[in-house]
């Protein structure tokens, strides 16, 4: 069993930096894909971008692009995201999640493609 465990969240100004972390435990994830989700009430929830545990190849939402970093240290067990120039649209509940094999839909930018899941994060930005 794969568990993880954000940190992180908080209140920041827009224009504001912020840091989530995600601790993963459990049996050998190394093939794994890692991800970060965002969202809100009555929306979807939302890929904000992904990471792979053994190579460290990133993809990111195009609304992220140029202000937010995903990043892992595996001897920690631990992947962030950096996120920088924070917006009121950034508002969110984010949450880490994680996967291997063939994902659902044939893409990583699917919620569905993911098995395990934090618990989340408030992330709230103020105008």
């Known amino acids: 069993q794969v568990q993880l465990v954000e940190s992180g969240g908080g209140l920041v100004q827009a224009g504001g930096s912020l840091r989530l972390s995600c601790v993963v435990s459990?049996?050998?994830?190394?093939?794994?894909?890692m991800g970060w989700f965002r969202q809100t009430p009555g929306k979807e929830r939302e890929f904000v971008a992904r990471i792979s545990w053994s190579i460290g190849s990133t993809y990111y939402t195009d609304s992220v692009k140029g202000r937010f970093t995903i990043s892992r240290d595996n001897a920690k067990n631990t992947v962030y995201l950096q996120m920088n120039s924070l917006k009121p649209e950034d508002t969110a509940v984010y949450y880490c999640a994680t996967g291997s094999g063939t994902p659902a839909g044939g893409t990583w930018s699917s919620a569905s493609a993911y098995y395990y899941w934090g618990q989340g994060t408030q992330v709230t930005v103020s105008s």
């Open positions: 459990g049996r050998t994830f190394s093939g794994y894909v």
